[in-house]
């Protein structure tokens, strides 16, 4: 089980913004994408995840694995937090909520309206629904995104168990979550050349 | 997939969610008509299946930008795209969610409301019947428009223009049945096509949906 | 090999550029001769008198109404399977042209109707249809217009114009079943020849092909268009990334 990708180009609306994206993720390890805002990270990981199709490349061993966890949460503020959880987790055809909401202490929380949380305990609540769907490939883009440093150890201990328990997980990040599986790319040198459009969609007009 | 049915089903029933709305409007839409035409009963028996047909559909198309604008905003679409659960599954079950909610309560109201409109008794069965067949056709019609326009910002307005032609076909035989039914017609034709239209709609919509969402996400 | 290599933006300007004049003069031809023959050098006929002109004109528009929606279908399928810009431009460019033919239709329509019927409007299924194609034609060009991202665009009133063909076809029987009408008959059929007589018919034959010829002038153009107002925009982006 390893999440492969090879020489990977992707585009944000129909512009290449990075090219030759090649790296290797064996079980049990974790990638941390560094770079400028604008550079292409989210529309990587959006990639990966299936979201959009890469403009050229080979990503392998992606499908029907991968959790992903954008800027958005994706929990329904009229819910409630366990039942956005249980939600999720009958999507991805598992019961079982429990472990979520230890890992991130939303147990208090767990009957009370999502719309009532904080961001971070909302925040919180989004990234438990990674666990509960049993994909081995965590996809998170800004994950610490308003959470507290309590909370950020929490996830750093998630995401550790995670990777132990023989998963993987691709970050867009900039905190230093202390992860020593951890490998980090920075995508900076990877940006698409001004004349690399091969392939980008509006190629046969220029 | 019942996960994904329960969620929308709750989520429309707490407050917020919208129920209730369409119902509300397809009675005072139906109050205001006699204002416009006119109390003479036998006018009003006359014009009494279309205006319930029409209400039907313009309270149906009044919650439809609801329908996946929320879920686009708060991300869950996103997830759904990279769900186990096939797109197409979600959106039937969120357009099936849309009906219960919206398309069965118009059903059920519209006797009443018929009997404000003095629709004569033996047109009843034939109207709830009629309804009962072409709703779903509206809910699943409005929800491809919804999945067309859902990343448009303020969208609602043109889903409408996209999906009021789309429902010419259902409201002519729909309203059709139910005007035959009052008059003592023969009611099978308009309603075998009507419930054409409908099984053809559920059949195959859910996958131009889908298919306009994940262009729409991309 | 083949029609495809014609789907680069390129090849088919340089291809357009060849055929417009042609294609503008044999418009010009077909439409001057068809409506002047059919004009002042057919006789009046006996029922419906002068008024009989008007379908020199009425009758073009309302095939080229059809026709350039079933012309955009077919551009929306190759888009979608084969994902050439061409086509989707193409299909983006007729669509105007297939709204103003619907009007025309429409209101030579009612012109025509007003001394035959009395009346400006009926709701007869041959002039509810059209009304009802008017209204798909709206809905897809507002799409276009609403959707920033051109191939988004692209692919979304594509999809729209297949499901859209759908329910057309679908509202045309439902129309039908819902009222007999007034209109007559098609004019031009062709298992019914005597339909309306050889006077004419050859001016309308000759006409229809004028507006048939303008058509594919217009659209040739517009689409030269588009492919100019994409490439602007493409070579915008890319300027923008390297500031």
């Known amino acids: ?206 | 997939m019942r996960a994904m049915l329960i969620r929308d089903l709750r989520l429309a029933f707490r407050a917020g969610g919208g129920f209730g709305l369409g119902l509300a409007f397809f009675l005072i839409l139906v109050v205001l008509v006699p204002f416009s035409v006119g109390p003479q009963g036998e006018l009003l028996a006359s014009i009494a299946p279309g205006v319930l047909w029409l209400g039907a559909l313009l309270a149906c198309l009044l919650s439809l930008d609801r329908l996946l604008a929320l879920d686009f905003e708060d991300g869950t679409l996103d997830v759904l795209a990279t769900a186990p659960l096939p797109l197409e599954a979600a959106l039937a079950m969120k357009s099936l969610a849309h009906w219960i909610t919206t398309g069965l309560p118009l059903v059920l109201a519209a006797p009443f409301l018929g009997i404000l409109l003095n629709l004569p008794t033996q047109g009843f069965s034939w109207l709830v019947i009629s309804l009962l067949l072409g709703t779903p056709a509206l809910s699943m019609i409005g929800t491809f428009g919804a999945a067309l326009t859902v990343g448009i910002k303020r969208g609602g307005l043109l889903m409408s223009l996209l999906v009021l032609p789309l429902y010419v076909p259902t409201l002519i035989f729909g309203a059709e049945a139910a005007r035959r039914g009052v008059v003592g017609m023969d009611v099978q034709t308009p309603l075998f096509l009507l419930a054409g239209i409908s099984l053809g709609a559920i059949a195959l919509l859910p996958f131009a949906a889908a298919a306009a969402l994940r262009m729409t996400i991309r | 090999m083949s029609l495809w290599k014609y789907a680069n933006p390129v090849k088919f300007l340089a291809l357009s550029a060849r055929v417009q004049p042609y294609a503008w003069a044999a418009a010009a031809i077909g439409i001057l001769i068809g409506l002047g023959w059919g004009f002042f050098a057919t006789p009046d006929d006996f029922r419906q008198g002068s008024t009989i002109k008007i379908i020199y004109i009425h009758v073009p528009a309302a095939w080229i109404a059809i026709n350039a929606w079933i012309m955009m279908l077919f551009a929306s399928l190759v888009w979608l399977v084969r994902r050439h810009h061409v086509s989707a431009l193409a299909a983006k460019a007729a669509a105007p042209i297939g709204l103003v033919m619907t009007v025309i239709g429409l209101i030579t329509g009612a012109v025509w109707g007003q001394p035959m019927w009395g009346t400006w409007w009926v709701w007869d299924p041959r002039l509810t249809s059209f009304l009802i194609l008017f209204l798909f034609y709206l809905g897809y060009i507002a799409l276009w217009e609403a959707i920033d991202d051109p191939d988004t665009a692209a692919d979304l009133t594509s999809i729209l114009c297949l499901v859209g063909s759908v329910f057309a076809l679908l509202s045309r029987y439902a129309v039908l079943f819902w009222s007999q009408g007034l209109h007559q008959g098609a004019s031009l059929s062709l298992d019914k020849e005597e339909n309306i007589s050889d006077v004419f018919w050859q001016p309308l034959v000759l006409s229809i092909a004028g507006f048939t010829l303008l058509f594919l002038a217009l659209v040739l153009y517009r689409t030269g268009t588009e492919i100019a107002l994409r490439r602007t925009r493409a070579l915008n982006v890319r300027l923008d990334k390297n500031t």
Request: no cysteine; hydrophobic share 50%.
């Open chain 1, 1 to 206: 089980m390893e999440l492969r990708l090879t020489n990977v180009a992707v585009a944000r609306g129909g512009v290449p913004v990075l090219s030759g994206v090649s790296f290797t993720l064996a079980a049990g390890k974790a990638l941390i994408l560094r770079g400028p805002n604008g550079s292409g990270k989210t529309t990587l990981l959006r990639t990966i995840a299936g979201l959009q199709p890469p403009l050229s490349g080979q990503i392998d061993g992606a499908e029907d694995a991968v959790a992903y966890a954008g800027h958005a949460d994706g929990l329904k503020a009229m819910l409630s937090v366990a039942e956005n959880l249980k939600f999720w987790a009958a999507i991805y055809g598992r019961r079982d909520i429990g472990p979520a909401l230890d890992a991130y202490a939303l147990a208090p929380l767990a009957e009370r309206l999502t719309g009532t949380l904080s961001a971070g305990q909302k925040r919180r609540a989004g990234l438990a629904r990674l666990m509960v769907t049993g994909r081995p490939i965590w996809i998170l883009d800004e994950p610490t995104v308003s959470l507290d440093v309590d909370a950020v150890e929490m996830f750093a201990k998630a995401v550790q168990t995670h990777l132990a328990a023989g998963g993987m997980a691709l970050l867009a990040t900039h905190i230093d979550l202390g992860l020593a599986q951890a490998q980090v790319l920075d995508v900076t040198p990877l940006r698409a050349a001004p004349s690399d459009m091969h392939g980008a969609s509006d190629e046969a007009f220029l």
